[in-house]
């Protein structure tokens, strides 16, 4: 198993950036498949990015393509999620996840570690 703790988090302004870590623990880091999922305070929790094992394409949800980046460093077995243009609407706890698979996976229950979660609140 892997223990994971996300970082990052703070408080922006729309248009600004923000890079959130996700460091793991316990296991090799690179057989895992890692996922960033978001939740709003009233809303469910919703896919964001997902990356397999080592490489370098990552899966998007369409409210996030071409302004996030995920990407991960398996050295330092860490998962980054690079946040562009920001907007209040990504206003949300953001939780990386992380499952023993070779493909990318989408699906909340899919993922079966799970991290605490960082806060981004974007102002308008």
């Known amino acids: 198993q892997v223990q994971l703790v996300e970082s990052g988090g703070g408080l922006v302004q729309a248009g600004d950036s923000l890079r959130l870590s996700c460091a793991a623990s316990g296991d090799t880091f690179s057989s895992y498949t890692m996922g960033w999922f978001r939740q709003a305070p009233g809303k469910e929790r919703e896919f964001v990015a997902a990356?397999?094992?080592?490489?370098?394409?990552?899966n998007y949800a369409d409210s996030v393509k071409g302004r996030f980046a995920i990407s991960r460093d398996n050295a330092k077995s860490t998962v980054y999620l690079q946040m562009n243009s920001l907007k209040p609407e990504d206003t949300a706890v953001y939780f990386c996840?992380?499952?023993?698979?070779?493909?990318?996976?989408?699906?909340?229950?899919?993922?079966?570690?799970w991290g605490q979660g960082t806060q981004v609140t974007v102002s308008s």
């Open positions: 990356i397999t094992r080592s490489s370098i394409s990552g």
């Open positions: 996840a992380a499952r023993y698979s070779p493909v990318v996976l989408t699906r909340e229950n899919a993922y079966n570690f």
